[in-house]
Every structure is written in structure tokens, then in C-alpha cells.
Nanobody, 114 residues
Framework: VQLQASGGGLVQAGGSLRVSCAVS????????MGWHRQAPGKQRELVAT???????NYADFVKGRFTISTDDAKNTVYLQMNSLKLDDTAVYYC?????????WGQGTQVTVSS
């Protein structure tokens, strides 16, 4: 399984941004897809996940602002981020898990400015 993240960038506080992660390889084996993030000097943390069945889960700090979704035809998972805050500045990583292994993308930088 290979992951290619894209879509990060610089945005003003209150703005919106969408990051994408294209997935290739043994896609049929994937159970869960998701996004994590890591800010400078902090540990990597879970942002949102979506299961093969479409069930979603969000960290409390993004509920109501971020939306995770997939496009099965494009084998892509998205993270739509609205009402961005300065604290959302981080490198965002996509992650997928199969029954036995987890795979990470290379990360895409999201910077929120005041």
C-alpha cells in the first residue's frame, strides 16, 4: 500500500483547506483510513478516521469543523478543514490500516496564520 498526501498550504485563521491522500496498492485489504497531525514539539495525534463502512470518528478538537470523506472511484481520502485555528498548524499525515499493518503517507504541511 502506498499513500500520497497533498493539498496543504498557508491559510488565514477562519479559512478553509482540504488535504487529500491518494491510496494505491492492495486497497481491498484496507479497513480504516484516517488523518493524524503533528505540530512542532508535540506528539502525533489522531484527527479523524473513517472505516470501510463509512463510520467516522473525530478528535474533540476538530468536531464540527473538519470532515473526513472518501472517493472510492479515485481511491482517495480527504480531510476538509473549516474554521481553521492557529492551533491547527501542523504536518498532516494520512494513515491506512489493514488487518495486520498500518501505512503512513509522507505528510503535508498546513500552516494557519493570524
Amino acid at each position: 500500500v502506498q499513500l500520497q498526501a497533498s493539498g496543504g498550504g498557508l491559510v488565514q485563521a477562519g479559512g478553509s483547506l482540504r488535504v487529500s491522500c491518494a491510496v494505491s496498492g492492495n486497497i481491498a485489504s484496507i479497513n480504516v483510513m484516517g488523518w493524524h497531525r503533528q505540530a512542532p514539539g508535540k506528539q502525533r495525534e489522531l484527527v479523524a478516521t473513517i472505516t470501510r463502512g463509512g463510520a467516522t470518528n473525530y478528535a474533540d478538537f476538530v468536531k464540527g469543523r473538519f470532515t473526513i470523506s472518501t472517493d472510492d472511484a479515485k481511491n482517495t481520502v480527504y480531510l476538509q478543514m473549516n474554521s481553521l485555528k492557529l492551533d491547527d498548524t501542523a504536518v498532516y499525515y494520512c494513515k491506512v490500516t489493514t488487518g495486520i499493518q498500518a501505512y503512513w503517507g509522507q505528510g503535508t504541511q498546513v500552516t494557519v496564520s493570524s
